[in-house]
């Protein structure tokens, strides 16, 4: 029954900026560790950026560690991740994914239970 919407993908030029957001069904944000991961076609799901559900603690990959930002808004029910810097490499479909079954998120995608449909980010250089 969660639910999760991304939004906030689209064309931008490499160095530049873009925010992802995901809406989530009620209460999911401050119940679950958040992720986003992001997907090449033929390429496996890559861990970008995980958050603790009581917003505590962050993770990221090296890839993306000193560029990427995730942050959460339970008021608002609603993940973020804030891109800057981007390349061309950063080119991917980007999903939001929520640890449904707490088992405490991490990088592993196969511990997140609930995902969203993705959107398109494309970096141009």
């Known amino acids: 029954q969660v639910q999760l919407v991304e939004s906030g993908g689209g064309l931008v030029q490499a160095g530049g900026s873009l925010r992802l957001s995901c809406a989530a069904s009620e209460r999911t944000v401050s119940s679950y560790a958040m992720g986003w991961f992001r997907q090449v076609p033929g390429k496996d799901r890559e861990f970008l950026a995980t958050?603790?559900?009581?917003?505590?603690?962050?993770y990221y990959a090296d890839s993306v560690k000193g560029r990427f930002t995730i942050s959460k808004d339970n008021a608002k029910n609603t993940v973020r991740l804030q891109m800057n810097s981007l390349k061309p490499e950063d080119t991917a479909v980007y999903y939001c994914?929520?640890?449904?079954?707490?088992?405490?998120?991490?990088?592993?995608?196969?511990?997140?239970?609930?995902w969203g449909q993705g959107t398109q980010v494309t970096v141009s250089s």
């Open positions: 994914a929520a640890d449904c079954n707490n088992d405490y998120g991490g990088i592993q995608k196969d511990r997140y239970d609930c």
């Open positions: 958050i603790s559900w009581s917003g505590e603690s962050t």
